[in-house]
């Protein structure tokens, strides 16, 4: 297939305008960080600012005909890491910027009786092993087992890179490694695994017999009152095409220090492929132990810019 080449003046557009939303998400989630004391009303506010801008984008390419079709082989493919707990090893395509974007209910765990959050992870890979991103909880509302107690305060924000060691070729896996370091730390309750300063993953992926994988190794430091304490976690994700869904279904473990317990939980979800660089999810999670959140549902989408940052 023959690839379409855009006239100058069309590029120059087309490059100004993603330059006009990219910048604005950026000072979307800069104002997130230094307004991140004000109320929750605004944070839901500049939440639903990101929503539009991503909304107007894929309208603004869909009428200048720009938009990567779908039996274009060449375009861009969205690389969703939600719902799953498990991240995969792969990154996003080089120079696209992804959004995934959900919202998480929870109910009966030990820091709440009800939780409901919005949660939005910024990712951009800037070469074809290294890949930055900012993960925001813009939003949360909770209350206690009773109902009362209710809350509303923004989540933490942290900012964090991953890096492939080793590219996946046949039966290997691919290997990433990742950190991510919490830059604001945020008094609503957490979920069963709590929150972290600053976390260390060793992640894989691979295809096998139609099957697609994801493990995780995860080591974080949890501080509580001036106390650290290390927190070990697994992760294991299974995923299988059914027709133009994809089915997932997982099993996690994170150690809970301050609980002397252990976190336990196994989460299904089903995808759907809008557009090869749109994808929508939901599903549920469970968890096992006295100490896990006792269920969790979710619902969201990653969206992936469909024009570059740069020429290849």
């Known amino acids: 297939m023959q690839r379409r080449t855009l006239p100058v003046r069309d590029a120059r557009a087309i490059s100004s305008e993603t330059g006009f939303l990219i910048r604005k998400e950026l000072y979307w989630v800069a104002d997130v960080v230094v307004h991140i004391e004000l109320s929750g009303e605004y944070l839901m506010k500049a939440f639903a600012e990101c929503l539009m801008v991503i909304v107007v984008s894929s309208l603004c390419s869909a009428q200048t005909g720009t938009t990567t079709p779908v039996s274009d082989p060449d375009g861009p493919d969205a690389n969703p890491a939600r719902p799953t707990v498990s991240t995969p090893a792969t990154l996003t395509p080089v120079g696209y910027v992804q959004f995934e974007t959900g919202s998480l209910g929870a109910t009966t765990s030990p820091e ?28 949360i509302h909770s209350s206690n087992s009773k109902g009362g107690d209710k809350e509303i305060h923004p989540g933490e924000v942290f900012v964090g890179a991953q890096a492939v060691v080793l590219q996946g070729d046949g039966v290997r896996p691919t290997v990433s490694v990742s950190y991510i370091r919490r830059l604001y730390e945020s008094p609503a309750p957490e979920l069963d695994i709590g929150t972290n300063r600053q976390s260390g993953s060793i992640l894989l992926s691979n295809d096998m017999a139609g099957f697609h994988f994801d ?98």
């Not at 709440?112 to 939003?139: A, C, D, M, Q, S």
């Not at 080591?219 to 995923?239: K, M, W």
């Not at 336990?264 to 749109?278: E, F, M, T």
């Not at 959140?293 to 810019?305: D, K």
């Open 112 to 139: 709440f009786g009800t939780r409901i959050g919005i949660n939005e992870v910024t990712k951009l890979t800037v070469w074809p092993r290294l890949e930055l991103l900012v993960l925001t909880e813009p939003y």
């Open 215 to 312: 493990v995780n190794f995860i080591v974080t430091e949890e501080t509580e009152f001036g106390t650290r304490r290390a927190q070990h976690a697994q992760t294991l994700s299974i995923s299988h095409p059914l027709k133009k869904f994809t089915i997932s279904g997982e099993l996690w473990h994170f150690t809970q220090p301050y609980f002397a317990s252990n976190a336990v939980g196994n989460l299904w979800a089903v995808s759907y492929p809008i557009r090869r660089n749109l994808v929508i999810d939901g599903g549920f999670d469970h968890g096992f132990t006295n100490t896990s959140t006792h269920w969790e549902e979710f619902v969201g989408f990653t969206y992936l810019l469909p024009h570059r940052l740069w020429p290849k």
